[in-house]
């Protein structure tokens, strides 16, 4: 079985300041994980994702994330955020060779103030 | 364009009434997934499909039904609403690949009364 936890279900941030989205994640298998975002009024669209390879994957919008397999974590990092990244985060991982369903993270909710 | 639909946008019935909510993916994708999004309860899987004519349960699958004909057709049908229905739906397709994301359409945002 796998399992996802997001650790903070909102986090408040100034603008221009680094911010941090924390998951970690449990599964007894290799791992594909994802962050996707949810802006208001709209369904969740991909942010990046890592399958293999290199452990720090960049997305869009300069956010990125490191797959930490020790740690069993994907935090997710943006050095300097906008009002515009103000929206809800999820964590997802699926499992290889296992269901193709993947488990999501409850969200976290990411709150830039000016 | 290639996509994901849903409709409609926004959807109020009353206690009781059947409502079916419909999706519509252009990419030929071989699963689809709905999902329900509340506060406190992030996103839960209702049904999904592998291909058609292939449906399974998801985590809150009573009170729905669903149907897949159809590849790129997945609807949602609630036979007779309830209040606790009240929620936004989702639905999302994927490619057969393992490592191959979700792809979500807009929502439907459902209000019973």
């Known amino acids: 079985a796998q399992s996802v936890t997001q650790l903070d279900s909102q986090v408040p941030v100034f603008e221009e300041a680094p911010v941090e989205l924390r998951c970690n994640y449990s599964?007894?298998?290799?791992?594909?994980l994802f962050w996707y975002v949810q802006y208001p009024n709209q369904g969740l669209q991909l942010l990046l994702k890592y399958l293999s390879g290199s452990t720090l994957v960049k997305g869009i919008n300069g956010f990125e994330a490191e797959f930490n397999k020790s740690q069993t974590s994907f935090h997710l990092r943006k050095p300097s955020v906008h009002i515009s990244d103000t929206a809800e985060y999820f964590c997802a991982v699926s499992s290889s060779g296992g269901s193709y369903i993947p488990t999501f993270g409850r969200g976290t909710s990411l709150i830039v103030h000016p | 364009d290639a996509g994901i639909t849903q409709s409609p946008r926004y959807k109020i019935t009353e206690t009781g009434r059947q409502v079916t909510l419909m999706c519509h993916q252009t990419?030929?994708?071989?699963?689809m997934f709905w999902y329900r999004q509340d506060l406190g309860h992030g996103l839960r899987l209702i049904y999904y499909?592998?291909?058609?004519?292939?449906?399974d349960k998801g985590e809150v699958p009573d009170g729905y039904v669903v149907s897949r004909s159809k590849t790129e057709n997945f609807p949602l049908t609630l036979e007779s609403a309830t209040r606790s229905q009240t929620s936004v739906y989702f639905c999302?397709?994927?490619?057969?690949?393992?490592?191959?994301?979700?792809?979500f359409g807009n929502g439907t945002r459902l209000t019973v009364t």
């Open positions: 599964s007894s298998v290799s791992v594909y």
């Open positions: 999302a397709s994927k490619s057969w690949q393992e490592n191959s994301p979700l792809h």
């Open positions: 990419w030929s994708h071989s699963y």
């Open positions: 499909s592998a291909a058609a004519d292939i449906t």
